[in-house]
């Protein structure tokens, strides 16, 4: 059976974006921008990972590296050339996650798989072209972080 939209009605469509060495695929309905990266103005005493707040679309948007929530302990992400605005479904909240790279839209059947140990932001995991996909939770990127 297909949808109104023309899609399967079995498959997810979710925004397909590398961080450093990691894909992540961020559903297409909390993913409301994909711009160029804009100027960051750092934060005192922030967390590492949040690399300050910028302006985007006329609002204040904390931006946050997406490589170094996915990558804690490792080496830094890459060059942060464009930004993904991510809202909250109520659409009240929205964040801004610096990734490397935005391929566009894929569809994909629910066959991905979550892992006892996957934070509560990993919705699950998926092996596309021998790579592994991270699926986003967007809403808990919202939850703050117990510590850095």
């Not at 297409?28 to 804009?38: E, S």
């Not at 690399?51 to 609002?59: I, Y």
Request: proline share 7%; aromatic share 4%; net charge negative.
């Amino acid at each position: 059976m297909r949808s109104d939209s023309g899609h399967p009605d079995n498959e997810d469509h979710f925004l397909l974006v590398r961080s450093g060495g990691h894909r992540c695929a961020i559903p297409v309905g909390a993913a409301k921008l994909v711009t160029k990266a804009p100027k960051v103005y750092p934060l005192p005493s922030s967390a590492l990972r949040l690399l300050g707040l910028a302006q985007v679309a006329g609002e204040p948007v904390a931006v946050v590296d997406l490589h170094a929530i996915l990558d804690p302990d490792g080496c830094p992400g890459g060059g942060h050339e464009l930004t993904v605005i991510v809202r909250t479904r109520g659409g009240g909240s929205a964040i801004g996650l610096a990734i490397d790279e935005a391929f566009g839209v894929i569809s994909v059947g629910r066959q991905w798989q979550r892992s006892t140990d996957d934070p509560g932001w990993v919705t699950g995991r998926m092996t596309m072209d021998g790579r592994t996909v991270v699926i986003l939770d967007p809403e808990q990127l919202f939850v703050p972080a117990s510590a850095d």
